[in-house]
Protein backbone atom coordinates (compact mmCIF):
# COMPACT_ATOMS: atom_id res chain seq x y z
CA UNK A 1 0.00 0.00 0.00
CA UNK A 2 2.53 2.08 0.79
CA UNK A 3 3.08 2.99 -3.44
CA UNK A 4 6.59 1.77 -3.32
CA UNK A 5 8.09 3.02 -0.57
CA UNK A 6 7.59 2.30 3.66
CA UNK A 7 4.49 0.51 4.41
CA UNK A 8 1.89 2.58 6.16
CA UNK A 9 1.83 3.26 9.96
CA UNK A 10 -1.15 4.06 12.26
CA UNK A 11 -0.28 7.49 13.91
CA UNK A 12 -3.62 8.47 14.95
CA UNK A 13 -7.18 6.69 15.70
CA UNK A 14 -10.60 9.51 16.20
CA UNK A 15 -14.26 9.35 15.53
CA UNK A 16 -15.60 11.34 12.65
CA UNK A 17 -17.01 14.82 14.12
CA UNK A 18 -19.99 16.96 12.64
CA UNK A 19 -16.85 19.62 12.09
CA UNK A 20 -14.92 17.23 9.93
CA UNK A 21 -18.06 16.05 8.15
CA UNK A 22 -19.44 19.68 7.59
CA UNK A 23 -19.08 20.70 4.05
CA UNK A 24 -18.95 24.41 4.28
CA UNK A 25 -16.10 23.59 6.68
CA UNK A 26 -13.99 21.43 4.12
CA UNK A 27 -11.84 20.19 6.23
CA UNK A 28 -10.51 16.90 9.01
CA UNK A 29 -8.91 17.91 12.13
CA UNK A 30 -6.25 15.47 12.89
CA UNK A 31 -5.71 15.46 16.84
CA UNK A 32 -2.04 15.62 17.92
CA UNK A 33 -1.18 16.36 14.30
CA UNK A 34 2.36 18.30 16.12
CA UNK A 35 3.81 14.96 17.24
CA UNK A 36 2.62 14.11 13.40
CA UNK A 37 4.94 16.87 11.87
CA UNK A 38 7.75 16.82 14.28
CA UNK A 39 8.05 12.60 13.79
CA UNK A 40 7.06 12.60 9.84
CA UNK A 41 7.77 16.41 8.33
CA UNK A 42 11.46 16.98 6.96
CA UNK A 43 12.89 20.37 7.52
CA UNK A 44 12.24 22.29 4.44
CA UNK A 45 8.28 20.12 4.32
CA UNK A 46 7.87 21.89 7.84
CA UNK A 47 8.59 25.47 6.59
CA UNK A 48 5.43 24.73 3.95
CA UNK A 49 3.35 23.18 6.54
CA UNK A 50 3.61 25.28 9.21
CA UNK A 51 4.95 28.81 7.50
CA UNK A 52 3.40 28.34 4.24
CA UNK A 53 0.02 29.98 3.27
CA UNK A 54 -1.64 27.08 1.56
CA UNK A 55 0.24 24.06 3.43
CA UNK A 56 1.77 21.07 1.52
CA UNK A 57 0.32 19.06 -0.94
CA UNK A 58 -0.14 15.76 -0.13
CA UNK A 59 -1.65 11.98 -1.22
CA UNK A 60 -4.39 10.77 0.99
CA UNK A 61 -5.41 7.10 0.05
CA UNK A 62 -8.57 5.71 1.33
CA UNK A 63 -9.58 2.07 1.51
CA UNK A 64 -9.92 1.08 -1.84
CA UNK A 65 -6.70 2.61 -2.68
CA UNK A 66 -8.04 5.97 -4.26
CA UNK A 67 -6.01 8.81 -4.13
CA UNK A 68 -7.07 12.57 -2.96
CA UNK A 69 -4.77 15.52 -3.14
CA UNK A 70 -5.44 17.56 -0.25
CA UNK A 71 -3.26 20.49 1.48
CA UNK A 72 -1.58 19.18 4.97
CA UNK A 73 -1.47 22.34 7.45
CA UNK A 74 -0.36 23.75 10.68
CA UNK A 75 -3.00 26.72 11.23
CA UNK A 76 -1.76 30.05 13.51
CA UNK A 77 -4.85 28.82 15.69
CA UNK A 78 -2.18 25.50 16.48
CA UNK A 79 -4.90 23.04 14.58
CA UNK A 80 -3.44 20.70 12.21
CA UNK A 81 -6.23 19.86 9.36
CA UNK A 82 -6.45 18.17 6.23
CA UNK A 83 -8.68 20.37 3.66
CA UNK A 84 -9.13 21.28 -0.08
CA UNK A 85 -12.02 20.20 -2.52
CA UNK A 86 -10.67 16.96 -2.28
CA UNK A 87 -12.00 16.32 1.75
CA UNK A 88 -15.75 16.97 0.38
CA UNK A 89 -15.24 14.26 -2.33
CA UNK A 90 -13.57 11.81 -0.02
CA UNK A 91 -16.24 11.92 2.28
CA UNK A 92 -18.65 12.07 -0.24
CA UNK A 93 -16.91 8.62 -1.66
CA UNK A 94 -16.57 6.80 1.33
CA UNK A 95 -19.78 7.62 2.91
CA UNK A 96 -18.46 8.41 6.00
CA UNK A 97 -20.79 9.89 9.05
CA UNK A 98 -20.29 11.58 11.70
CA UNK A 99 -19.21 9.07 15.01
CA UNK A 100 -17.88 6.13 13.00
CA UNK A 101 -14.06 5.52 13.57
CA UNK A 102 -11.16 6.57 11.91
CA UNK A 103 -7.29 5.42 11.95
CA UNK A 104 -4.92 7.58 9.93
CA UNK A 105 -1.73 6.38 8.16
CA UNK A 106 1.85 8.01 6.93
CA UNK A 107 4.01 6.73 4.91
CA UNK A 108 6.63 7.72 2.69
CA UNK A 109 6.89 7.33 -0.95
CA UNK A 110 9.40 7.34 -4.23
CA UNK A 111 12.62 7.19 -2.66
CA UNK A 112 11.31 8.92 0.97
CA UNK A 113 10.49 12.07 -1.22
CA UNK A 114 6.85 12.28 -0.81
CA UNK A 115 4.51 11.99 2.07
CA UNK A 116 1.62 10.29 2.15
CA UNK A 117 -1.56 9.56 4.06
CA UNK A 118 -4.24 6.52 4.57
CA UNK A 119 -7.61 7.58 5.81
CA UNK A 120 -9.82 4.01 6.68
CA UNK A 121 -13.13 3.59 8.51
CA UNK A 122 -12.54 0.79 11.02
Not at 102 to 117: K, M, N, Q, S, T
Request: some cysteine.
Amino acid sequence: MGINGNPPQMVMKKNMTQSDRNEGLNRFMIPNGDRIIETWVNDSEKEIVVGGADGLEVTVLDRLGRKYQMMFKKWKSGAVVFNGAAWKEFVRNNKWTVGIPIELLVFRYCAERHLGFVLLDV
